[in-house]
């Protein structure tokens, strides 16, 4: 029997990008995507996958009980992979409680419905950002599936809280769910609020390029084509009730990054402007991957060398995907965000 596989938020960055994966690598599956397409969520980026016999599309919010379970009903989802979610840090500083009830309360509905309507497998797509973060003077240590949860923003603590949840509802009602933790992502259909498509898109127009305090905090960065087959395996081959650490040993100073760009695009470093901090600001993520590359065979296949120029290369390519964005309600984001730092 062929797979029928619910994807929510496949109308954002990582969600699209899995959407376009699966329908690649598994030409055989229905793909269901429901997403509620909130400011992050954008059909131009699924024109692509609206034309394939195999996706439906669902406008839905997560937290619509009723809305959820009448898809359910009607598609009957064998696996649901639930990307959903508000995922930026700033804005979660800024308001908060909208992270609350799509993250947490939109998981749990998600898995009542799994529940209800029974399933084969939850997949909870998580962030290391749960672990909270390293000092930049232990460049020896790294999260491991046994960190203990440490978070720093409300975006933070409510993708802990919705991994928590999932946890339980395996535990006290067996679904059969998994988790994985991946670090930060890059790659086509960025939303341009994040840093690296947001450094494109001002070096594109020579706009101040903002970083944060020093620039000196490090992330670990993964090309998103290396996490969205992460999640194929773990969805096919992962363990139930087990979480998944995905990362690629590529950790990077945000204002090295800044600077690659500068020099991939011909920009001079007079554009870099340095703002205000974020408040808490997490220093230095880094994953270590060893279970998944143990239990799965799973590693990073994209260099940041090449990933960072395919990345730049394709937002020169589609600047109408990113300038749509810009001149709507971003404007006045970017303004809130940015015009007094
Ligand atoms: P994104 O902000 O680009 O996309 C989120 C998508 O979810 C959008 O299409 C949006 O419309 C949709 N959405 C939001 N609220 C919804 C709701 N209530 N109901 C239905 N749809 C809703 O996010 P992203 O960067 O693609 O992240 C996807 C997932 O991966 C998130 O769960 C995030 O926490 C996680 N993650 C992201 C990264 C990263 O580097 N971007 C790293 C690790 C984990
Ligand atoms: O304008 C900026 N200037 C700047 O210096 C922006 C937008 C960011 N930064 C810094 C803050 C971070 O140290 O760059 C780093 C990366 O920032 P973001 O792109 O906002 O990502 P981050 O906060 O690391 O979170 C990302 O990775 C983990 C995703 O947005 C999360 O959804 C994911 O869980």
């Known amino acids: 029997m062929n797979k029928t596989l619910l994807i929510t938020g496949g109308a954002g960055f990582i969600g699209s990008n899995f959407v376009y994966h699966m329908l690649r690598e598994h030409p055989d599956y229905k793909i269901v995507c429901v997403d509620c397409l909130t400011y992050a969520g954008n059909m131009s980026t699924l024109a692509g996958a609206m034309q394939n016999d195999h996706f439906v599309f669902y406008k839905t919010n997560i937290c619509d009980r009723a809305g959820i379970y009448r898809i359910f009903e009607t598609e009957k989802p064998d696996t649901v992979v639930n990307f959903a979610a508000e995922s930026h840090v700033d804005r979660s500083i800024e308001s908060p409680e909208i992270f609350l009830q799509t993250n947490i309360l939109g998981t749990q509905v998600m898995m009542d419905a799994c529940r209800k309507y029974g399933i084969g497998r939850y997949h909870q797509v998580s962030t290391d950002e749960v672990y909270g973060d390293l000092p930049l003077d232990r460049p020896d240590l790294f999260f491991t599936e046994e960190t203990p949860i440490h978070t720093s923003s409300p975006y933070s603590a409510s993708k802990a809280s919705a991994d928590l949840l999932v946890q339980a509802y395996h535990r006290t009602f067996g679904l059969p ?47 998103v084509e290396d996490h969205c087959r992460a999640i194929d395996l773990i969805i096919h081959r992962g363990r139930v009730g087990e979480v998944y650490n995905v990362g690629g040993h590529n950790e990077m100073k945000n204002i090295d990054i800044v600077k690659l760009i500068c020099d991939y695009l011909g920009k001079p470093y007079s554009l870099i402007t340095h703002v205000a901090d974020r408040k808490g600001h997490d220093m230095r993520y880094a994953i270590d991957p060893t279970k998944i590359h143990r239990e799965l065979g799973w590693l990073p296949e994209t260099k940041f060398a090449d990933g960072i120029k395919k990345t730049i290369d394709w937002y020169l390519e589609n600047r109408d995907w990113w300038q749509t964005i810009l001149s709507g309600e971003y404007r006045n984001y970017y303004e809130r965000m940015y015009g007094n730092r």
Not at 189 to 211: G, R, S, T, W
Request: glycine share 6%.
């Open 177 to 223: 769910a998994t988790i994985s933790r991946c670090s930060n992502n890059y790659g086509p259909y960025h939303f341009p609020e994040k840093l690296i498509p947001l450094m494109i898109a001002n070096c594109l127009q020579d706009k101040p390029l903002p970083v944060y305090g020093e620039g000196l905090n490090v992330r670990d960065w993964l090309y």
